[in-house]
């Protein structure tokens, strides 16, 4: 609860915190607050009726940071989830999205992401790759949906930065997710790094004190790691 309340408090600095702070608070989930807000911006901002993908819900905490912001816009994109659910977290998924009105911009897909893209037509505005963190799933996630986000769109990978660092998703951050041909920008925001595909109308996210955020993360990880050893 103390860091619930903590995360609550912090998403309140950034633009569409008041719309986080309910969600912050109720919905459990491996997310820092300023990442939420960054998510936030990019459902509202970067979705302009090209749907969001999402690999990797859980309980939904970043799910609903998306479907807020998707909300926000008053377009009519959605947040299509994919999860296979493994750990047996649809209903609590379900439930929260219920609970905080987000079903109408969420569509749930119980599978595993490579299912799902067989079927689904079109360009994306943005792809969230969190699902399975091993090294061949995070390159095979973003061999198959990155060439599918549109100019200006958004490649976003979880726990790649040194704030939640796991092999798999930082190393292909390192290696793919650079400017160049494919990305006209590129930056992390917490454990997220992101890459914006070249070509588009130049929207970038306002995350201003983001970087103080990720410091004060920083020194708590390393209070904790030293009152441990």
């Known amino acids: ?100 009105g987000f079903e109408p911009v969420v569509d ?24 399975a963190h091993d090294l061949q799933s995070v390159s095979q996630d973003f061999d198959t949906w990155s060439p599918r986000v549109k100019h200006g769109g958004f490649v976003l990978i979880h726990d790649s930065t040194p704030l939640s660092k796991f092999p798999g998703p930082a190393l292909i951050a390192d290696t793919r997710l650079h400017a160049g041909d494919q990305f006209d920008m590129v930056g992390r925001i917490g454990s997220i790094s992101w890459g914006r595909k070249c070509g588009g109308h130049g929207w970038l996210p306002r995350m201003h004190g983001a970087s103080l955020v990720d410091s004060l993360i920083r020194i708590a990880k390393r209070g904790r790691n030293e009152s441990q050893g």
């Open 108 to 131: 749930v897909r119980v599978a595993h992401a490579q299912d799902i893209s067989e079927g689904l037509n079109g360009q994306l505005s943005a792809v969230f790759i969190d699902g």
């Open 1 to 100: 609860m103390p860091r619930r309340l903590a995360d609550s408090a912090i998403a309140l600095l950034f633009p569409g915190g008041t719309r986080l702070c309910g969600v912050m608070w109720s919905v459990d989930g491996y997310l820092f607050p300023h990442e939420g807000a960054f998510l936030y911006q990019i459902g509202r901002f970067a979705s302009a009726g090209e749907p969001i993908v999402e690999i990797g819900s859980m309980r939904g905490l970043s799910t609903c940071c998306l479907a807020s912001g998707v909300r926000a816009s008053g377009r009519s994109a959605k947040v299509i989830a994919i999860d296979p659910h493994l750990y047996g977290t649809e209903a609590e998924l379900r439930s929260n999205l219920k609970r905080l």
